[in-house]
């Protein structure tokens, strides 16, 4: 088989079956950037089959078709790309090249036929979309091992492009070769790199992909479902992770709904659910970023806040039970009333573990039932000013 068949079968065959990988792992996972993915392969296979075989469009018409076919694939990879980081895509700077490599590669095709200016038009209009998504994840800051791949792909993506025109020239005497000569030289060429960095783009997107997945998956597993908050075993690893230091005052809020058995038993399941959902959002709003909160039992729920003095702790405490009280609870039915918590505080002045600070703090929420409920205790009483140190 001829090379320059061989090639132009080659290219368009890998690109729509990473396509189609890309679409089957997008049909599984509803992720809107893996489908841009699946679209820009398919834009790049279209480029390569009417670079290769024309389907009678005459050559001119042909190579036009095929290059506005690559800038749409490169424009859906460079979207991909920054929105699953969760970066504002540059449409401006974006429109500017794509329309002056499509202006230019018009000019140079049609009315003003130059195959050198052509090359030099499209090489550095889409160099610099792959550029702007390098300086973008740059920008981003640094992220993980795939990250950092990509960012140095697309910027390698991009100097390669802006080399490829002076490079072909060298080779293949550019300036000196007829028209049609220079062309199938510099389209091999462009299939070659192009083929190259499909592969290594589609490698480290299928690794990003599962590391995205295996990372929610995590994520789940530490997570409860119906409050939205982590579950016992995701705040266990958050509390010893976060006691690790040692050295920051913490404090342990816990939390017990009040006569919740009896929610569920006169209005049903569905609204004791309802009670755990919303309470499960006022925890998360209330507590903040730097706290770790999680749902540990049926309707007991606990809140570890590092670096917080007693006070603040009281404070969060208060304001939660507050606006619990007061309703109405979203997605509550009515008839289910006021529902209210108790709340007991516990806290270290220095390094401290979890069971002893939970200890505490179940000791003051027990009195708070024994109370009355619907109030806050804490592990240092009442009637004392300081509240006790828990040591490891």
């Not at 729920?301 to 917080?308: E, K, N, T, W, Y």
């Not at 505490?360 to 109030?375: I, M, P, S, V, W």
Request: one cysteine or more; proline letters at 4%; charged letters at 15%.
């Amino acid at each position: 088989m001829d090379q320059s068949l061989f090639i132009a079968l080659l290219n368009p065959a890998v690109s729509l079956i990473l396509a189609c990988a890309f679409l089957i792992v997008w049909v599984r996972l509803r992720r809107t950037y893996v489908l841009l993915i699946a679209v820009c392969y398919v834009a790049i296979g279209c480029a390569f089959l009417f670079q290769g075989f024309g389907f009678g469009l005459g050559l001119p018409t042909a190579r036009f078709v095929s290059n506005i076919c690559f800038f749409a694939g490169i424009l859906l990879a460079a979207i991909a790309v920054l929105q699953r980081r969760g970066i504002a895509i540059p449409g401006m700077a974006f429109a500017v090249s794509t329309a002056a490599g499509v202006i230019g590669l018009a000019w140079f095709m049609f009315f003003e036929p130059h195959f050198e200016a052509r090359v030099h038009v499209v090489s550095y209009s889409i160099a610099a979309i792959c550029l702007i998504v390098a300086l973008r994840l740059h920008r981003a800051g640094r992220g993980d091992f795939l990250d950092e791949t990509m960012k140095w792909l697309a910027c390698l993506r991009g100097i390669t492009l802006i080399g490829k025109p002076f490079l072909v020239s060298a080779l293949g005497s550019l300036l000196e070769l007829a028209g049609t000569s220079a062309e199938s030289s510099y389209w091999l060429w462009t299939s070659l790199t192009s083929l190259i960095f499909s592969l290594l783009f589609a490698l480290v997107l299928f690794a990003r992909v599962a590391s995205d997945v295996i990372a929610e998956i995590s994520v789940e597993s530490r997570t409860d479902a119906l409050s939205g908050l982590l579950n016992r075993r995701g705040f266990e690893e958050g509390c010893e992770a976060a006691l690790s230091g040692g050295k920051l005052p913490v404090c342990l809020v816990l939390a017990d709904l009040d006569r919740f058995k009896s929610i569920n038993d006169t209005h049903g399941h569905d609204s004791g659910d309802a009670v755990i959902r919303s309470f499960g959002r006022l925890t998360a709003r209330y507590a903040g970023r730097n706290a770790i909160a999680g749902r540990i039992g049926g309707e007991e729920f606990a809140i570890l806040l590092p670096g917080s003095t007693p006070v603040a702790a009281r404070l969060l405490a208060e304001s939660l039970r507050s606006a619990l009280a007061a309703g109405p609870l979203e997605g509550v039915p009515a008839s289910v009333g006021t529902v209210t918590c108790s709340f007991g505080i516990g806290t270290a002045s220095g390094p401290a573990r979890l069971d002893p600070l939970y200890r505490e703090a179940d000791k003051a929420l027990l009195r708070a039932k024994q109370r009355g409920r619907n109030c806050v205790d804490t592990s240092w009483g009442p009637g004392s000013d300081r509240p006790a140190v828990l040591r490891a």
